[in-house]
């Protein structure tokens, strides 16, 4: 499974499973096993599967490390996934970040679920969040969650009226019900805003193991094919693989929607970004800021934290000045807005 592509930022390090821990966007240093909770370095982070470079996931995380260090004077630390890796190497990792006195310790993923579980209940006082799951329930604890399905549906309004050719795509990462979500408010916006207009829906692998979300060319071959059916708008929620999508939708001359973070302005994509139209985000680097502040505050965040567009936790991007300037575009994006958040509009998880 190739994991970095050339589009992704070089020179991605890789570190040891358990007790090397290398610093990515920051330095670390050791402390010993005996010193426990006792000590805060500052947060950990334990990256998703496509790792630092992302350009979306995963990097949304680091700058909130980055804000926090800035501001607390933390020395964080970030640790790169494996190809293939286990929930107890997931747990192994989680403990030795933990042990060396980092708090927050925080699983970038839904695939950190089992190992956070564990790992919180043998680490009492120290403060685990897990970003994309709300299944775990423990007093140190904090659920990062989103809306997805907002930020989605209002990509599915931009969408339905930028087309041209009433034909739009849908590329998620993983058939999992986390993409799902993704995919269901984007065919609610494109439906509910421009009638007659075909959602094609593809999901590239079925695990993530298989790459679904570290994989550009699986992008890229999946956005091509929808852009051969007649595609002129194609949104992806697929991580690093993402960016294949974006570089066949600018090598094509179409639009392409960003996922997670505001993609138009990632330097990785910067060859890309007069492609992409907006960004469905969630803002990830401030639920990460945000628990590290608690922490270093005294007053712990747990339980599920939802970010919503009510709350700024969802959004559309408005930096691409081809969509600021649109007013048609704008004028339906808003007023989608303001029905998602008064409860006039509903949108669908699934």
Known sequence: MRRVSRIAVAGVATA?????????????????????????LGLALAYDIGGKGDQSFNDAATAGMEKA?????????????????SDADKVQRL?????????????VGFAYAPAVKEAAAKFP??????????QTKADNVADLVFSEEQASYLAGVAAAKATKSN???????????LIHKFGAGFKQGVEDTKKGVTVK?????????????????????AAEGQIDAGADVVYA?????????????????????????????????????????????????????????????????????????????????NSNPAFAGNKEIQDAVNKAAEGIKNGTIKVKTS
């Open 69 to 85: 260090d800035k501001e607390f004077g933390f020395k964080s630390t970030a640790v790169e996934p494996q190809d293939g890796e």
């Open 167 to 177: 034909v739009v795509g849908f590329i998620g990462g993983v058939d999992v019900p």
């Open 125 to 134: 006082k120290t403060t685990f969040g897990i970003v994309d799951d709300e």
């Open 201 to 221: 829906e593809q999901y590239l692998t079925e695990t993530a193991a298989e790459g679904g979300f570290s994989s550009p060319d699986k992008g890229e071959s």
């Open 95 to 107: 403990e030795s970040l933990a042990k060396q006195g980092y708090n927050p310790v925080i699983g």
């Open 16 to 40: 040891a499973l358990a007790v090397t821990v290398s610093a990515c966007g920051s330095s670390s240093k050791s402390s010993s096993s005996s010193a426990g909770e006792d000590k805060n």
């Open 237 to 317: 929620a697929a991580g690093l693989s993402g960016q294949g999508v974006i570089k066949a939708a600018s090598a094509n001359k179409i639009w392409a929607i960003g996922v997670d973070s505001d993609q138009y302005k990632q330097d990785a994509l910067k060859a890309y970004k007069a492609s992409i139209l907006t960004s469905a985000m969630k803002n990830v680097e401030g639920a990460v800021f945000e628990l590290a502040k608690s922490v270093e505050e005294g007053k712990p965040q747990s339980g599920v934290i939802r970010g919503s567009l009510s709350n700024g936790g969802v959004s559309l991007s």
